[in-house]
């Protein structure tokens, strides 16, 4: 699929890429071009727990068209002219950010981001709120 993509086209997203200003922007648009997956492969007899390559990444860049194709990383990064290790420490960010909580803590599988925040959210509003106007029995009924 590489040789689907002119050199046009890859100065495009080149200059593209380098016009964001701001880093966390270009994370973003780094995070947009690339597919986070599960890693498929692993040698007979390893656990997971133990392996440290835990996911891998698909990379795509958009043709003239706008069609995303995907691409490998060597190609990839030199297109948007980055290292391998901001790729990876850029991406690393973003696995680990999707199996933990802000607090490091891991993830339950079926706790979204906007229901953890929520509750988090309902839980100070009702500590700080409620109990404010409630009686100091009724205080100590929802603490206890």
Request: with cysteine; net charge positive; charged share 35%.
């Given at each position: 699929m590489?040789?689907?993509?002119?050199?046009?086209?890859?100065?495009?997203?080149?200059?593209?890429?380098?016009?964001?200003?701001?880093?966390?922007?270009?994370?973003?648009?780094?995070?947009g071009?690339?597919?986070?997956?599960?890693?498929?492969?692993?040698?007979?007899?390893?656990?997971?727990e133990?392996?440290?390559?835990?996911?891998?990444?698909?990379?795509?860049?958009?043709?003239?068209?706008?069609?995303?194709?995907?691409?490998?990383?060597?190609?990839?990064?030199?297109?948007?002219?980055?290292k391998?290790?901001?790729?990876?420490?850029?991406?690393?960010?973003?696995?680990?950010?999707?199996?933990?909580?802000?607090?490091?803590?891991?993830?339950?599988?079926?706790?979204?981001?906007?229901?953890?925040?929520?509750?988090?959210?309902?839980?100070?509003?009702?500590?700080?709120?409620?109990?404010?106007?409630?009686?100091?029995?009724?205080?100590?009924?929802?603490r206890?």
């Open positions: 590489c040789g689907k993509i002119t050199e046009e086209a890859r100065k495009t997203i080149f200059n593209g890429s380098w016009k964001i200003q701001n880093w966390n922007a270009k994370k973003f648009y780094l995070r071009l690339t597919d986070f997956r599960i890693a498929k492969r692993r040698r007979a007899g390893i656990e997971i133990t392996v440290k390559k835990k996911y891998s990444y698909d990379c795509y860049l958009p043709d003239a068209s706008g069609i995303k194709l995907r691409v490998c990383r060597d190609f990839f990064l030199s297109t948007l002219d980055l391998k290790d901001c790729f990876n420490i850029w991406l690393k960010e973003e696995a680990t950010s999707r199996n933990h909580d802000e607090g490091g803590n891991e993830r339950s599988e079926g706790e979204s981001t906007v229901e953890r925040k929520n509750k988090g959210k309902i839980e100070k509003f009702c500590e700080t709120n409620l109990v404010h106007h409630l009686r100091k029995n009724q205080v100590m009924f929802l206890g």
